[in-house]
Each structure stands twice: as structure tokens, then as C-alpha cells.
């Protein structure tokens, strides 16, 4: 069949090729959109999307097909059990969610309550850098709901936690702390990336927010970066607007696969944590372990909250170990283990190990760690889908193996 040229010219006709076909049919893949920039019929009707007058896309840095499907994804599972309906935005990392909900909840002037054992860098978000620009945070123990209480006033606006803390494995009371926000008329604020939808659902326990560090155990495979919060429509709205000024927008192609990820999520998780329970169960009480934290031990002092919480069998999949002999006997025990993989990261499918004060809270003093429970020898294990027995041969071998 012979096609006739387009009007104009080689160059025009080479940039105006027929548009791809839009099947009838459902794809079994989501479609990957990449288009930075969207088409209109009239100059009306992208100043109405640009307003948001009516649906549509324009931009991707405003919002993008892709990303959306992804976000929602999240949403449908983080709000599987509320009677109203919550929205999620995207992000191109965990700690560009987090900030990007920081500075949407917070101004000159306002103060933010945090848990005092949380990730490095969010951290020195908090502690420094959103402090330059007049936020103050108090950081407390928030396992002591009374000192919480005690911590909030006038300027409150967010309370901030992490579902399972990073990396003592603290279990947040959040139907308590969110009693607190809300009669301090603050937003409680709950990064679950320890957890994942698959563990447990924080806005079902009275959270207002949700963050998650995608790149872990959403996408579950180590080969992409994103972020994403959950919200109400109301509060969504004002993340949205903080993000697009902000400007940390995810690629479709991370969207992509992180959408993907979450369809074996429940899968990857279920494993991950019952072998993160054996290998804890394994762990403790060796003669060269100070202590371990992984809230399927009795031992763990929010084991019965983990129970409450959780969904059943579920504890999370990290676990952290505290080795006798401080930093140089925890960097020790990370360079003898062969099955393990020192490297930074957590929730794909290969066991990772990293000391923690010299990497993943490295921006911490020594007394900052000390006030977060995190020992100077502590090894953090996210724990993969290796055969549980290998792992635990693998760790008991270095704790006792020569240099």
C-alpha cells in the first residue's frame, strides 16, 4: 500500500508522524507514558487543566499518566480498610516525599515532634536543615506517649514517627500518638517504609500521612528509586501543590516498575518476615550478642503493640544486631558474613548488611545515636528471600569466624 506524504516539507512531515494506534483492548502491562508534554486543541483548554478546571495533563513535572497509576496503586492498598478515600502523590525518592511533606505541613515558626530513633537523614532534615529555614523539632521517645504529650504546644503542626524505626525496630503506638496530634491540632505523620502496605496500614490506625521510601520494598528489587505519600484528597492536595513548586518529580519509567513491584508485594514480605523472625529467634541471646531488635521476640518491648498492629505473622524484615566489642567488632562481623551483602539499601531480594553509625546514620554523634538505642557495634540485616538456614549459618559463622 502506498502512503501518500503528509503537507510541508521532509522536516515538518519527519515531525508530524501518524499518532500510535490506542488498542481496544485491555493491556495485561500498564502503559508506560513518557511524554513530558501533553497536546491541546485550544488555548482554553490548557489554561483550564493548568488550573485544574478540569482534568487533564499538560506537564510531567505537574503530573504524568504513569506516575498517577502508580500513586493511586499505593493509595488503594495504604486505604484498603477506610470507609473514605485517599489520594497519593509520587515522588523521585523517599526523602523527597518526606520533605516535600514536611515543608507542605510546616512554616517559619513551627514546630514538629519526632521520634528520637529514626533514619540519619531524616534526621538531619529535621535537625538541621528545615531548622535554617525556622522549623524547630523536639525529639523524644515516643514509646512514652506522656512525654509526646508533654513535647507538643501552640505551634505544633506535625508529629512525626516511623512505623518500625530505623534501625531498632521500635513499634510506633499510633492510635495513641495520633490522639495526641489531633487534640494538639497537628498532623501525625508516619513514615511506613519498615512496614510497607504489607505489614501494616498506618491511616487505618489514625495517621493523616503516610510516606514511603519506594525504592525498598515496593519495588522489592533493588533496580529503582521513588517515594510516595498518602493522604486525604484535603491534605494530598496541598503535597501536590508543594511537590509541583518543589519540583522532585518520579520518571514513568521508575513509576513503571514500581507499580510492577507492588504486585508481588504481599508475596516478597510474608517471606521476608518469617524468615527475619527465625533468623532473630537464631540470634539472640549468643554469647557475642548484646542484643537484637526484630519485634517478633518476646524480649522486644512493643512485641504485644506488634500484635495489635500487624497483620498476622508479619514483624517486618529487618533486623538488627548488636554485637559485643562496639564499632570495630560490629564492622567486623559485617566484613566476615558471605551470604549477606554489605550494601546500602533494604527491602529487594538479597540480604543486605551495613554497620549502621558509619552508613546509614552516619550524620548522627555518638550521643545522638546513644539517645536513639542504636549501639556503636550495631549490623543491620535486611533480610532477603534466601533460604533462612543460610543466613543463619552465614551470620553465626562470621559473629565467631577469626579475622
Request: charged fraction near 20%.
Amino acid at each position: 500500500m502506498s502512503h501518500t506524504p503528509g503537507p510541508g516539507g521532509e522536516y515538518t512531515r519527519a515531525v508530524s508522524l501518524p499518532q500510535a494506534p490506542v488498542p481496544a483492548e485491555r493491556p495485561m502491562r500498564m502503559p508506560v507514558h513518557r511524554a513530558t508534554t501533553y497536546a491541546f486543541d485550544t488555548s482554553q483548554q490548557y489554561a483550564d487543566v493548568l488550573a485544574g478546571t478540569t482534568g487533564g495533563y499538560s506537564y510531567a513535572r505537574i503530573d504524568s499518566p504513569t506516575v498517577d497509576a502508580f500513586a493511586d496503586a499505593v493509595a488503594a492498598l495504604e486505604g484498603a480498610g477506610l470507609p473514605d478515600p485517599v489520594r497519593g502523590q509520587a515522588f523521585a525518592s523517599g526523602m523527597g516525599a518526606l520533605s516535600t511533606v514536611l515543608l507542605a505541613l510546616t512554616e517559619a515558626g513551627a514546630h514538629v515532634v519526632a521520634s528520637r530513633s529514626i533514619y540519619g537523614n531524616t534526621y538531619s532534615l529535621l535537625d538541621r536543615l528545615l531548622r535554617r529555614f525556622g522549623v524547630r523539632t523536639d525529639f523524644v521517645d515516643v514509646t512514652d506517649l506522656d512525654a509526646v504529650r508533654a513535647a507538643v504546644g501552640p505551634q505544633t503542626r506535625v508529629v512525626f514517627t516511623e512505623t518500625l524505626s530505623n534501625p531498632t525496630m521500635t513499634v510506633s503506638d499510633l492510635p495513641g500518638l495520633a490522639r495526641i496530634a489531633r487534640e494538639a491540632g497537628a498532623a501525625l505523620v508516619v513514615d511506613s517504609t519498615f512496614a510497607s502496605p504489607a505489614v501494616c496500614r498506618p491511616l487505618e490506625h489514625g495517621a493523616d500521612v503516610v510516606v514511603h521510601s519506594a525504592t525498598k520494598y515496593i519495588g522489592g528489587h533493588s533496580d529503582t528509586t521513588g517515594g510516595v505519600a498518602v493522604a486525604s484528597p484535603d491534605l494530598i492536595g496541598r503535597i501536590r501543590s508543594a511537590r509541583i513548586d518543589l519540583g522532585p518529580c518520579l520518571a514513568p519509567d521508575e513509576a513503571y516498575l514500581l507499580h510492577r513491584g507492588l504486585e508481588t508485594l504481599p508475596l516478597r514480605v510474608r517471606r521476608q518476615c518469617e524468615t527475619a523472625a527465625a533468623f532473630a529467634a537464631a540470634l539472640e541471646g549468643h554469647p557475642l550478642v548484646e542484643r537484637v531488635d526484630h519485634p517478633s521476640l518476646d524480649s522486644h518491648p512493643q512485641a504485644a503493640l506488634a500484635d495489635k498492629l500487624f497483620d498476622s505473622g508479619r514483624r517486618g524484615a529487618v533486623v538488627t544486631v548488636h554485637p559485643v566489642g562496639g564499632r570495630d567488632a560490629g564492622m567486623a562481623f559485617a566484613d566476615r558474613l558471605r551470604v549477606a551483602t554489605i550494601a546500602a539499601s533494604l527491602g529487594g531480594t538479597h540480604t543486605l548488611a551495613g554497620h549502621v553509625a558509619s552508613t546509614s546514620h552516619r550524620n548522627m554523634s555518638e550521643a545522638e545515636l546513644e539517645a536513639a538505642g542504636i549501639s556503636p557495634g550495631a549490623v543491620r540485616f535486611s533480610i532477603g528471600l534466601e533460604d533462612p538456614q543460610d543466613l543463619i549459618e552465614d551470620a553465626l559463622s562470621a559473629l565467631g569466624r577469626e579475622n
